[in-house]
């Protein structure tokens, strides 16, 4: 039986007619329009679909739309800042961490989760956070620059 | 997944979801995190009609300490909760080891500790998709006849690969079990059946609401060790969890070791828990140790055709055993 949803996404309240067997990434992406989270596996294994549940890194792909009402969800799209790109976004640009950006929204919010959680992030927790994310093409490493360079531009000036 | 293959049920009390599951019976799946369920419905091998979730039941996702120093979590917390309580660190180090590896960390910030405990067994030839089933008959676990591991007595062997339980055995951790009678707690060892296709002693109507882990004896340490093919996401080969407690001396005490990976249940094995009794903690792979784990696991089903298992079972838990030697010895310096 359909059902509506009252989603809050990236700050503006959205709501859709879904079935209970919707995820809520078939959701964002088929009934919102919002492309960024992307179905790589649907499993749950490469974290292409991930965003933000109340600021933490989920499978979209996993989350059933019925359950995300009353949570906060932020998509890539809801990033950037006015007039630019949040500094995560433009870590990744800058350090060339982005090839075929199948990976890219996932990675990068997963980043900006765990630096508002833990700005003093050392390598190996950004490897650890990054490690339900797979990519491709890059070999991982300029991936890990960009958020080492976004840890460093974040934290406050000495 | 269009269409709804299921109704979403959401109660909020425990008197309720008892009552849907008793309704539907073998119809129904109680759902905690979905990270697990969902899959199973995407694959194609789940096909309850009514699922049946608990986020909305209060009070089943705190880690509370208890008066005799134990802990009480609830089932609903998330692993990644669990990884990162500082009770359940210092209470039980296995536990929050095995909690903070179990998945990936998308997955932990959803999948719940009661979930993993009830986790289903699996067998590369039942979780694969609908499409790849589809070129043989339906093993015995999606309903058919053969088994395609023991193809000779046609007997369910999938293998029970979740990464808490052996921690909590070794904890000596109890479970709470809601149902239409009341609670009742049993020893997490006794939830598991041993088969592969119905692995977990839990009674339809049913639900896990809570894990208790006794308090830690003086001079005791835990830890728990995965060898899987990679750090993140992937279910264990074979995962090692044990308990040490020292002698006054430094040796071995009493040692409790659990496996999971390498059967259709997760188990201990009395063997290697007398064989490490009296001895100093071993430092490196000690080869007596490593021939009595490999010669009392026989022969092995090979379930995710792994065939060095056997071999890596026993490093495995020497390793757990040598982490957590340290860990009571750093304790008894305390």
Known sequence: MKRLVELDVNGEPRDAVVHPGQTLLEVLRDDFGLTGAKRGCDLGACGACAVLLDGRPVNACLVLAVEASNHRITTIEGLAEPGGLHPVQAAFVDHGAIQCGYCTPGMVLVA????????????AEIREA??????????????????????????PAP | MQDGPFEYHAPDSLDQAVGLLREHGSDAAPFSGGTDLLLAYKRGTLRARHIVSLAGIPDLRAIESRLDGGLAIGALATLREVAVSNPVRSTCPALAEAAGRAGSPLLRNRGTLGGNVCLDTRCWYFNQSEAWRASRAPCEKAGGDECYVNVKENLCVALFAADTPPA?????????????DGERTVAVETLYSGDGLLPIARAGEEVLIRLIIPAPGPRSGSAYVKYSVR?????????????????GDGSIEAARVAFTGIRAAPFRIPELEAGLEGRDPPGAADGELTALTAKALGSLWLSDAVPHKRRVAGLTALEAVTRAAERAGAERAA
Request: charged residues 20%; proline residues 4%; contains cysteine.
């Open chain 1, 112 to 123: 900006k989760a765990l630096l508002d959680e833990r700005p003093d992030a050392d390598d």
């Open chain 1, 130 to 155: 990054l490690s339900g994310n797979i990519c491709r093409c890059t070999g991982y490493v300029k991936i890990l620059e960009a958020v080492r360079a976004a840890a460093a531009a974040l934290r």
């Open chain 2, 168 to 180: 909590l055995i070794v904890a000596g951790a109890e479970a709470t079990l809601a149902g239409p």
């Open chain 2, 231 to 247: 750090d993140s996401i992937d279910f264990p080969i074979v995962g090692a969890a044990a308990m040490v407690v020292l002698a």
